[in-house]
């Protein structure tokens, strides 16, 4: 069955600082994956997608995820955190061709930032 | 970029009453949507699959009856929860499929209270 670990359910870190979010997921084949961002109360923003090709993937607002098939893990990154990143993080892996759509999320982890 | 619209972002109803939320693609045509039931500090839990034309695909667990849904065009989805219940508050949010090249666009939630 298909799963979405995101093992870390709170991160603080300090502006300015590097950020690494958690992913790991259980597919049976190699899925599409997603990071989505949620603000409070909001829907969601897509952050970056694999769907094949370069295993880096470069998203939106500075952000890159690594998909390492050898760890089932697709992990995000940026640099330099700044204060409006702070927010839900949600991880997402989902089929390939007609069922494109059907996502199964992580349960997210929440960003702290420190001024 | 593609929209998809929400409405409404936010209801109160009481017990017993019927609710219904509105997914609109905006400047695409979407031939299948998702509705996505989020519990607070949750992950977000897939309920259906909407196909336009056809009956909607449910996922295990998800009491068809107490979530009608209804894909009559193909840029709306509506997700009706009937006679509604406390435990039915929740965050729902829709998204939407847009076919070649494939990208998945999401609404920004409905907040439901039910009294």
């Known amino acids: 069955a298909q799963s979405v670990t995101q093992p870390d359910i709170h991160i603080t870190v300090s502006e300015g600082a590097s950020l690494e979010l958690r992913c790991n997921y259980s597919?049976?084949?190699?899925?599409?994956l997603f990071w989505y961002v949620q603000s409070p109360g909001q829907g969601l923003q897509l952050l970056l997608k694999?769907?094949?090709?370069?295993?880096l993937v470069q998203g939106i607002k500075g952000f890159e995820a690594e998909f390492k098939r050898s760890q089932s893990s697709f992990n995000l990154r940026k640099p330099s955190v700044h204060w409006s990143d702070a927010a839900e993080y949600f991880c997402?892996?989902?089929?390939?061709?007609?069922?494109?759509?059907?996502?199964?999320f992580g349960r997210g982890t929440q960003l702290t930032v420190w001024p | 970029g593609a929209v998809v619209s929400q409405h409404p972002s936010r209801v109160i109803c009481k017990s017993g009453t019927s609710v219904k939320i509105e997914c609109r693609s905006l400047?695409?045509?979407?031939?299948?949507m998702f509705w996505y039931r989020q519990f607070p500090k949750q992950s977000l839990m897939l309920m259906a699959t909407?196909?336009?034309?056809?009956?909607?695909?449910?996922e295990q667990g998800v009491e068809k009856d107490k979530f009608l849904i209804n894909h009559a065009s193909l840029t709306l989805s509506t997700l009706t929860v009937t006679s509604a219940h406390p435990e039915d508050s929740s965050f729902y949010i829709c998204?939407?499929?847009?076919?070649?090249?494939?990208?998945?666009?999401f609404g920004s939630g409905t907040q439901l209270s039910v009294l």
């Open positions: 998204s939407a499929r847009q076919d070649g090249p494939e990208k998945l666009f």
């Open positions: 597919y049976g084949a190699t899925p599409y």
């Open positions: 694999y769907f094949s090709g370069d295993t």
């Open positions: 997402a892996v989902g089929a390939r061709g007609s069922t494109l759509g059907r996502l199964y």
């Open positions: 400047d695409f045509q979407a031939t299948t």
């Open positions: 909407s196909n336009e034309g056809s009956k909607a695909t449910y």
